[in-house]
């Protein structure tokens, strides 16, 4: 029986006709008439009116970090529960990452803890320059208490929809709460371009300065002009195209993605010491990865053990997010709380949730959970 991946790249069909415009135009340089579509067409779905496609989305939170005015030395607080990047972008930088745990109710930042934490900060004298806030494994986090807080201090936010594209929290789309947000196309997104990603703002000056750094810093002029340090981080009319054809899709993916939970919580919901990560109230998550903790007490086998089960019949899973506090890279680093995102990472475990995943594949994965089970109860 074939591999099940945790979330494999998927064609829409489309790609190719697309791609055979961007070919046949002769438009296979960086930049191009789908990368311009690309961004006014993923600027249009998000409900931001300012977008730039870059090479990745680990770029974009890297640009939002430099456009934002954030430099060394400064203090940039975000998420501990999280894909490593989300913290890389701010060692580029220079800044001091300091992280910040999630709330159990939604496994994202604790709008609570970061309220108190600003407070004590702003007292001390020591605000951040700017917090980023992850939308973890496609689920919003609670903005409107997050930009309460952002806005009382004066806290630039950026939010990390990397896994987040076609989720909303209050209705209103994922991308659209920070001041500035990223978006990712990597092979295991929601939504490829095999490799790259998008900056969004309200504010046409920051997402101008970020066009202008990825491309080399180049200044208007005859010849090559350069007044700042930039980098090459576009987006190719190539893969522009491949995304195009991929966001047409964006809504069947998600439903996917949903439909796939749904029926991981039908299966397993009831199985004692198995808890799916809660869909918090106002938000439609896109069920990027389906996740849940497993209480080895109660279910019967541990988490290793489920992994190991599913791994032995060629299924992928994969524990939580290391939180980034626990990271040798990071050590040392300031953390505000974390035993919440500790013991996710300790009981968590990623299903399979790819966006093609069907009937039989499902069975097969909740077949060799329920399996580790009674195994484990036996031995
Ligand atoms: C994937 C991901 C990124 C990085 O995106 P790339 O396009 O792979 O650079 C950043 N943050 C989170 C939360 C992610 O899941």
Not at 213 to 224: D, G, I
Request: aromatic residues 8%; hydrophobic residues 45%; negative net charge.
């Amino acid at each position: 029986m074939a591999r099940i991946y945790l979330s494999p790249p998927d064609l829409a069909g489309s790609e190719l006709e697309l791609l055979t415009d961007a070919v046949e135009s002769n438009w296979i340089a960086p930049l191009g008439p789908h990368v311009d579509a690309f961004e006014a067409e993923l600027a249009a779905r998000v409900h931001v009116p300012h977008a730039v496609a870059l090479s990745s989305g680990t770029a974009g939170l890297h640009l939002a970090l430099e456009v934002a005015g954030v430099g060394k030395g400064d203090e940039v607080w975000l998420s501990t529960l999280t894909f490593a990047a989300t913290a890389n972008a701010v060692s580029y930088i220079g800044a001091t990452p300091v992280f910040v745990d999630c709330d159990a109710a939604s496994w994202n930042l604790d709008p609570g803890l970061l309220a108190a934490e600003l407070a004590a900060a702003a007292r001390a004298g020591r605000v951040p320059k700017a917090l980023i806030v992850v939308d973890l494994y496609g689920q919003c986090a609670d903005y409107v208490a997050i930009r309460e807080s952002c806005t009382r201090h004066g806290v630039v936010l950026i939010e990390d929809a990397a896994e987040a594209l076609g989720a909303t929290y209050r209705d209103q789309p994922a991308g659209s709460f920070g001041d500035l947000a990223v978006f990712s196309f990597n092979g295991n997104k929601i939504i490829t371009t095999s490799g790259g990603g998008m900056l969004v703002s309200p504010r046409k000056d920051w997402i101008d300065r970020a066009r202008y750094l990825a491309t080399q810093a180049r200044s208007p002029a005859r010849h090559y002009e350069h007044e700042a340090i930039g980098y090459n981080y576009r987006l190719s009319n190539l893969l522009a195209a491949v995304g195009r054809a991929q966001l047409r899709d964006l809504d069947r993916r998600v439903e996917a993605r949903r439909a796939t939970n749904r029926a991981y919580r039908d299966a397993l919901g009831h199985l004692p010491g198995w808890t799916f990560m809660p869909e918090a109230s106002h938000c439609r998550s896109t069920a990027w990865l389906t996740c849940a903790t497993i209480d080895p007490a109660q279910f019967g086998a541990s988490r290793d053990a489920v992994i190991d089960a599913l791994a032995a019949d060629d299924i992928e899973a994969r524990p939580v997010w290391k939180p980034m506090h626990q990271q040798p890279i990071f050590r040392g680093a300031r953390v505000l709380g974390g035993a919440v995102a500790d013991r996710l990472f300790e009981l968590g475990i990623c299903l399979p949730s790819g966006s093609r995943l069907d009937d039989a594949q499902r069975a097969r994965i909740v077949e060799r959970i329920v399996g580790a089970r009674a195994r484990d109860a036996r031995g």
